[in-house]
């Protein structure tokens, strides 16, 4: 039997699709190369799956009922990762409908899916976005997350809400992961932390949005593997479970790490703060603590030494 991953190219899901192949267990990955950012990046993702006869890629898009079918059709799939989703809080504000479509749709086929072919277990990447302006910190996954601030957060708050529709009516086992900034070699060219290493090592200007007290949970990746691991082996009916580092770092600080690791000085632009951004993002990580034994390892200044290595081994090989 095998894994599904959706979004299978992307950052988590490349990352995820090695570490399971590397365990010697089968994985099937679905993506569409959608070109939010250059679709050949995401080729190079899995370079190293596509030689291993462990893995093997569908290129769809899980709105398309007939590229889902091929890739559940391909081998018995046990579990489902869904990763696949329209990121990017303010790219959502500007195309509200497409990120209704593929996120929310598009869950919506997944789950008809996974209930046709009766799969054991579905984890769902759900995001810290959800919490909006929540004032109560650390935010909690039993805080009221009623008023989302982006279309993006609207987006990912549906989701988690059709896959508990879909648990109630089918009985199909489902945790939703709300994933708190992730970072790591592979993370998207628009995230802060890849965004700023490139702007800084280049000598360009580094967009520099409020007055540097926002604070963000930095969470590496091998950290939210290990949490989706384990919620793969959960034995539960509907959970929402954060994923985290709980330790939020003010903006400022973040820039600083950086420049500090690249070895240079950044070329700081402020501009004013975007609509859509929060003021701060604070996992409580107790549930996941409690349930998947989760405790995160990788401290963010190691984190950010090993994404400068990997960004410049990338740099090297251009």
């Known amino acids: 039997m095998a894994v599904l991953i959706t979004g299978a190219a992307g950052f988590i899901g490349s990352n995820l699709v090695d570490r399971l192949v590397s365990q010697g267990r089968d994985v099937v990955g679905i993506d569409n190369f959608d070109p939010y950012y250059d679709p050949a990046v995401k080729r190079k993702n899995l370079t ?3 030689e291993n006869d462990k893995f093997h890629l569908v290129e769809g898009d899980i709105r398309d009922e007939a590229a889902l079918a ?4 391909y081998e018995e799939i046990s579990h489902v990762v869904h990763l696949a989703a329209r990121a990017g809080v303010r790219a959502s504000i500007q195309n509200p409908h497409l990120y209704a479509d593929v996120n929310v749709n598009g869950t919506i086929r997944v789950l008809d899916a996974s209930i046709k072919h009766k799969v054991q277990r579905l984890i769902f990447g759900s995001s810290s976005s959800v919490y909006g302006m929540n004032a109560k910190l650390p935010f909690s996954e039993d805080d009221p997350v009623e008023e989302p601030v982006s279309p993006y957060a609207a987006t990912k708050r549906a989701g988690e809400l059709v896959c508990f529709a879909y648990h109630h009516l089918y009985q199909l086992p489902i945790c939703c992961l709300r994933f708190f900034t992730v970072y790591g070699p592979r993370q ?9 290493t490139r702007l800084i090592d280049q000598g360009q200007e580094l967009p520099f ?9 930095y969470t ?7 949490g989706i691991e384990a919620a793969m082996a959960l034995d539960c009916g509907f959970e929402i479970i954060n994923l985290g580092d709980s330790a939020p770092v003010e903006l400022s600080q973040l820039v600083s790490i950086i420049e500090n690791t690249v070895g240079t000085k950044a070329n700081i632009k402020s501009l004013p703060d975007q609509p859509g951004d929060v003021p701060v993002t ?7 603590a409690r349930l998947l034994d989760y405790a995160p390892r990788v401290s963010l200044a190691a984190g950010i030494a090993r ?7 990338q740099r090297n090989q251009r």
């Open 282 to 288: 604070y996992a409580d990580i107790s549930k996941a």
């Open 70 to 73: 091929q890739a559940f059709d």
């Open 220 to 226: 590496f990746i091998s950290d939210i593997l290990d």
């Open 209 to 217: 949005y409020g007055d540097g007290t926002s604070r963000r949970d």
């Open 48 to 50: 190293r799956a596509l």
């Open 188 to 196: 998207r060219p628009d995230m802060a932390i890849h965004k700023f």
């Open 307 to 313: 994404f400068v290595e990997w960004y410049r081994q």
